[in-house]
């Protein structure tokens, strides 16, 4: 079965969730015990995550600032034994010295907010095998923020970005086909809804225009609950089927790439699609 963008949806990655922070929007603190982030891991690749995304530093506007060496020290245990069990594992972390310490550790993808915006380690991730996850964010900061943008201007704004990520990254010998682009969503593209669902409707113009795979982290964002009808304070749990929603959409328009904190109900649902349209 194949999407809008010519894309067979039976290739969807899926990236499950576990926060090692203190103040994660939806499930901060819940996981900073090692053992208890190993169990929920574990539980996630059960119900189908294929890979599991650590993050050891907050990104939403309301976090506080995690230093290099405490993200390291709340990502070492729980890596190694999620990758001395096979687990492929993702690394959300902008910062090159965690970065460099995760990918001598065997993770099997960097997930960097910030798009790589460090070029003197362009060598090292060319040298690796870990593929990289650019995210394209309006500040290009180490957080997201709440300001109006004009959606039109902020989709523009993708394609500069990536042009020139892409570009880059690629001249400094990264294959390409490594390469996945995330246009981020909710805060980091607007306060308001608009931005984030104009970008869901075009995504399919990034494959078309960098050849590269499209992730999209749209799961329990508040502009997906607000899209449902309720508000900034609807408890981040309660926008699960909202979610869902956004997401099968989004790999309609192309995503590959799906990172979600219930990797069991974008499995069960992508696996009903494809049995009504094969049957």
């Not at 993050?55 to 390291?72: F, Q, R, Y």
């Not at 290009?140 to 500069?160: H, K, L, N, S, Y």
């Not at 109900?265 to 049957?279: I, K, P, Q, T, Y």
Request: aromatic share 6%.
């Amino acid at each position: 079965m194949t999407n809008a963008a010519g894309i067979d949806e039976r290739e969807v990655t899926i990236l499950g969730i576990v926060n090692l922070t203190e103040d994660s929007f939806s499930d901060g603190g819940r996981y900073l015990d090692p053992a208890a982030a190993i169990e929920h891991a574990l539980r996630l690749v059960e119900e189908g995550a294929d890979v599991v995304d650590l993050g050891a530093a907050s990104s939403n506007p309301d976090s506080k600032t995690v230093s290099a060496e405490e993200e390291i020290r709340r990502l070492a245990p729980v890596l190694g034994d999620l990758v001395a069990r096979g687990v492929a594992v993702s690394v959300d972390s902008w910062r090159t010295p965690v970065q460099r310490f995760v990918l001598t550790e065997g993770a099997a993808y960097l997930n960097d907010i910030r798009g790589f915006a460090d070029p003197e380690f362009y060598r090292e991730l060319a040298a690796s095998d870990s593929r990289l996850i650019a995210m394209h964010s309006i500040r290009r900061g180490e957080r997201a923020t709440r300001e109006a943008t004009d959606p039109a201007a902020v989709f523009e704004g993708i394609f500069q970005f990536f042009d020139e990520r892409v570009s880059a990254l690629t001249a400094a010998g990264v294959d390409r086909e490594r390469v996945i682009l995330d246009p981020g969503m909710g805060f980091f593209l607007g306060a308001e809804p608009a931005p984030s669902v104009l970008v869901l409707r075009r995504l399919s113009e990034l494959h078309a225009r960098y050849g590269c795979e499209v992730l999209v982290s749209v799961s329990r964002k508040s502009f997906v609950g607000r899209l449902a009808g309720g508000s900034a304070t609807t408890p981040a749990i309660r926008r699960d089927a909202a979610s869902l929603s956004a997401e099968l959409f989004a790999v309609e328009r192309g995503a590959t790439f799906v990172r979600t904190h219930e990797p069991r109900l974008l499995r069960d649902a992508l696996s009903v699609r494809r049995a009504l349209n094969e049957s």
